[in-house]
């Protein structure tokens, strides 16, 4: 019988596979799609059964130690195996961690088992006489010096129990301590097992609070930089909790979102005294705090109606399909997701829905469970990982059908999928921007074709790509241009800044605030959008200057939040102290320089006093404070919310008849081939918030450039004047959706290191392009522009060069990257080390 292999994706870095044997003893290879613990250097690691490997390779291969799913129920189904083949290929990702995507973190990564000593191990360390077990037959048994290291370990350890992960770091280290530690269970000289939260206590959670040590003291920030480090993460997880009130205490679970390293960063603030901790009552998820009241399907208006006829029509055909649900805002896009995905519960079949940020909608998700209740599983970055864990398992099971998240839910083991919806599908967020690139809505795609399903794209400003697909007729164009209510879109007025001055600190000319003012003498709401979060932008010097920099970054300048008191980098997360005169000269005062929505909050509260104002961006928004502004605001317990690009979400406020855009022009500057699209549907979707209840709404755009297409037409609602526009001048440059970019960036802390890598992988490029090049005939399918500096030349300390790879056709540029992929990742080493990572269909290039 021939040695039987496995081919396993593991959790690193590597964009390679590894090929492990499976004990003769064993009666099978474990299937595709099982999880199994394989030892990874002197570690233990879980990965995911890519193949069974049909001939052996040369040398000695490790064996798998254990497989951690049941016969015949894999982790993985056949259909998201395929789909993660499918993504690690097109977006060049490692594999490894492409699979990491699609389960829960519990079930993979790092080796989680605990190992306890028992009383015969106790008696085996205690005398190194003939030790008799007799569960061996009553045979004498000496355990070795290495076994004897591996049970003293378990001796002295709290309650005799160490995580398997410490054996494996013991110095000097053991050699093959996971097949040693395998021997002494087998010999019940010690118990493994798993410690994936199963037995975490229900109701109970560590939570974190901010002492008063060093808070608001103004020379304490030399001590805290000291105590904290280089180390920016650890400075923003002390500055979340300290702007949370005096006494607040911050669940574990709240905190691991944004901090996914929560308890190494945590250590280094509890020691010296900056933060405390306590097991409190686990705080409820916040998506499912209560019940909402159950609720029945709207009268479809007939465009509602034409609609769902077509996509049933789809569904009956039982064949994959896409069709964009184009609809204006406040169409009523979401009442036909419900009445669609109600006819496939009635046949049985499941549901993902694909959101931009889950956090940002909780309206969504409450219309989902009142109108599906106990069915709706909803996925989000608030979650403990017990409770991933949970909902992953209920959807596998059935349980939940219907999935609502955001891009991570593509992954959702739903069975029998027939629908997947991505609302707002022109969303930026949906492509990742760090690890594996990859785009949510294209994978979504991808997914739908692979299990015959329905792919709905829903938005009010399609991207171009998603757009020219329709128009072209490879997707079906389903339009929604009326309003259910009796209100139509909002009148647009333009203010051109050039005429009308605004105020340096509301930002407000004269005729938005007479607007403003008779809005709130009305009893009615308003919405300020400013898409600048802080106090000020800079801080200048008022005698030489100078701008208050960020050290790691080649930025400007970094923004001052008030309510903090501190110097913010909002490239690369640095946070330090205000000084109190300017760094370059000694003596000059440090002025504010252009306004931030903190700034705007404070001064249009002082400017109209009967004013009851909010504030919703990053810095109020996290945790409990987002559902809390959007709670008091749409019960009317605010007349003014001020906010950044978070409000252009989808929110349904009835009460808002006046939307206020301060400076509606201000991302037409960014170095960037979708800075107009992106300015175009931040300012349609943010118009939409206005005159979606009875009243109706009106909007003042403020802006310099008046007269750019991207602010022209968006005051007169017309996507379909801006994307004329807009696509003539992508197709003169053979930009998407008439051609395909890839972006190769390379980064690294030495800047001639960064620039010679940069050449050579910018000269492996051109050759390949020319050899390309050569063979055709007419228009050159292939383009190289650079290798230059990024935009952002500097970002956290690390120099950024870029190359950009342009195609006219999708074969010759894939053909390219599976070239190029043997040369990315990390070369060199210290500080000479550089890294080359590359970005398909990058949805910014900055």
């Given at each position: 019988?021939?040695?039987?292999?496995?081919?396993?994706?593991?959790?690193?870095?590597?964009?390679?596979?590894?090929?492990?044997?499976?004990?003769?003893?064993?009666?099978?290879?474990?299937e595709p799609g099982t999880r199994v613990l394989v030892p990874f250097g002197a570690r233990g690691l879980v990965g995911v059964v890519r193949d069974v490997v049909g001939e052996p390779t040369a040398g000695k291969l490790r064996r798998v130690e254990e497989t951690l799913d049941p016969p015949g129920a894999p982790s993985l189904t056949p259909g998201l195996l395929r789909l993660c083949e499918w993504v690690q290929d097109y977006y060049v990702a490692p594999v490894g961690e492409v699979y990491r995507l699609a389960l829960p973190g519990l079930l993979t990564g790092a080796d989680v088992r605990k190992a306890s000593l028992t009383r015969a191990g106790e008696a085996a360390l205690a005398s190194s006489r003939d030790f008799v077990l007799t569960s061996q037959g009553g045979g004498p048994y000496v355990p070795s010096v290495a076994e004897q290291r591996v049970l003293a370990a378990l001796a002295t350890a709290?309650?005799?129990?160490?995580?398997?992960?410490?054996?494996?770091?013991?110095?000097?280290?053991?050699?093959?301590?996971?097949?040693?530690?395998?021997?002494?269970?087998?010999?019940?000289?010690?118990?493994?097992?798993?410690?994936d939260g199963a037995d975490e206590a229900a109701r109970v959670e560590t939570h974190y609070r901010r002492t008063d040590y060093l808070r608001g003291d103004a020379g304490g920030e030399a001590k805290i930089q000291e105590i904290v480090g280089r180390s920016k993460q650890r400075r923003a997880l002390l500055d979340m909790l300290e702007t949370a009130a005096p006494g607040v205490w911050l669940p574990a679970g709240e905190l691991r979102g944004p901090f996914p390293r929560l308890r190494e960063l945590i250590g280094g603030l509890l020691e010296p005294g900056l933060v405390v901790a306590e097991e409190r009552l686990r705080a409820l998820d916040p998506f499912?705090?209560?019940?909402?009241?159950?609720?029945?399907?709207?009268?479809?208006?007939?465009?509602?109606?034409?609609?769902?006829?077509?996509?049933?029509?789809?569904?009956?055909?039982?064949?994959f399909a896409v069709s964009l649900l184009h609809g204006v805002t406040g169409s009523g896009k979401t009442e036909v997701y419900l009445q669609l995905i109600a006819e496939v519960r009635r046949r049985g079949g499941g549901a993902i829905v694909l959101v931009p940020e889950i956090a940002l909608t909780p309206q969504l998700s409450d219309r989902f469970r009142a109108r599906f209740g106990d069915t709706v599983a909803v996925l989000h970055s608030g979650l403990t990982p017990r409770q991933r864990l949970d909902a992953w398992q209920q959807i596998r099971m059935g349980l939940r059908p219907i999935v609502i998240g955001a891009r991570s839910a593509v992954f959702a083991p739903v069975a029998d999928l027939k629908v997947i919806v991505v609302d707002e599908e022109h969303d930026p967020s949906f492509k990742q921007e760090d690890g594996v690139r990859y785009n949510a809505r294209d994978v979504a795609l991808v997914r739908a074709r692979d299990e015959r399903?329905?792919?709905?794209?829903?938005?009010?400003?399609?991207?171009?790509?998603?757009?020219?697909?329709?128009?072209?007729?490879?997707?079906?164009?389903?339009?929604?241009?009326?309003?259910?209510?009796?209100?139509?879109?909002?009148?647009?007025?333009?203010?051109?800044?050039?005429?009308?001055?605004?105020?340096?600190?509301?930002?407000?000319?004269?005729?938005?605030?007479?607007?403003?003012?008779?809005?709130?003498?009305?009893g009615e709401q308003a919405i300020l959008f400013l898409n600048r979060r802080g106090f000020a932008t800079t801080l200048v010097c008022g005698s030489c200057g100078a701008l208050h920099q960020c050290p790691d970054c080649s930025a400007p300048s970094m923004t001052y939040h008030l309510q903090r008191n501190r110097l913010m980098c909002h490239l690369c997360g640095h946070i330090e102290g205000p000084p109190e005169r300017c760094r370059t000269c000694g003596e000059g005062e440090l002025l504010h320089g252009s306004a931030g929505t903190e700034r705007v909050e404070l001064a249009v509260s002082k400017e109209i006093p009967r004013a009851r104002v909010l504030r919703l961006d990053r810095d109020t928004s996290r945790g409990k404070g987002l559902i809390e502004t959007l709670t008091r605001f749409r019960n009317h317990e605010a007349d003014i919310l001020v906010g950044t690009q978070m409000l252009?979400?989808?929110?349904?406020?009835?009460?808002?008849?006046?939307?206020?855009i301060l400076q509606a022009d201000h991302g037409l500057g960014?170095?960037?081939?979708?800075?107009?699209?992106?300015?175009?549907?931040?300012?349609?979707?943010?118009?939409?918030?206005?005159?979606?209840?009875?009243?109706?709404?009106?909007?003042?755009?403020?802006?310099?450039?008046?007269?750019?297409?991207?602010?022209?037409?968006?005051?007169?609602?017309?996507?379909?004047?801006?994307?004329a526009w807009e696509l003539e001048k992508r197709q003169q440059l053979g930009n998407p959706p008439f051609g395909f970019l890839a972006l190769l960036r390379i980064s690294g802390p030495d800047e001639v290191a960064v620039r010679r890598r940069a050449e050579q992988l910018g000269a492996f490029v051109r050759a390949c392009v020319e050899g390309v090049a050569s063979k055709q005939e007419g228009r050159a399918p292939l383009a190289l522009l650079g290798p230059v500096p990024s935009p952002i030349e500097r970002v956290n300390r690390k120099i950024r060069w870029q190359l950009l790879i342009r195609a006219s056709a999708r074969p010759p540029l894939r053909w390219l990257l599976k070239q190029l992929r043997p040369q990315l990742g990390l070369d060199g080493s210290g500080d000479f080390k550089t890294s080359a990572v590359l970005d398909v269909d990058p949805q910014t290039l900055l």
């Open positions: 019988m021939s040695e039987r292999l496995v081919s396993v994706a593991l959790p690193v870095g590597l964009d390679r596979a590894f090929t492990y044997s499976v004990p003769a003893e064993w009666a099978s290879a474990p709290p309650r005799q129990e160490l995580a398997v992960e410490r054996l494996t770091s013991l110095r000097p280290r053991i050699n093959g301590v996971l097949r040693i530690l395998g021997e002494l269970a087998a010999r019940e000289l010690c118990t493994v097992r798993w410690d499912a705090a209560g019940t909402p009241e159950s609720s029945t399907p709207q009268a479809p208006t007939s465009d509602q109606q034409r609609a769902l006829a077509s996509l049933i029509a789809d569904m009956d055909a039982g064949a399903a329905l792919a709905v794209l829903g938005s009010a400003t399609p991207a171009l790509e998603t757009y020219e697909q329709a128009r072209a007729g490879r997707y079906r164009w389903l339009r929604l241009d009326t309003r259910p209510t009796p209100r139509p879109l909002p009148k647009v007025e333009l203010v051109p800044l050039a005429v009308h001055r605004p105020d340096p600190d509301t930002l407000l000319t004269a005729r938005m605030k007479t607007a403003l003012t008779e809005t709130v003498a009305a252009s979400k989808g929110h349904d406020f009835p009460g808002v008849t006046l939307v206020g960014m170095p960037d081939l979708r800075a107009a699209e992106r300015t175009f549907q931040l300012l349609t979707q943010v118009s939409g918030r206005a005159g979606r209840g009875e009243r109706a709404g009106r909007v003042l755009m403020q802006a310099y450039a008046v007269s750019h297409p991207a602010v022209a037409l968006a005051a007169e609602h017309d996507y379909a004047g801006f994307a």
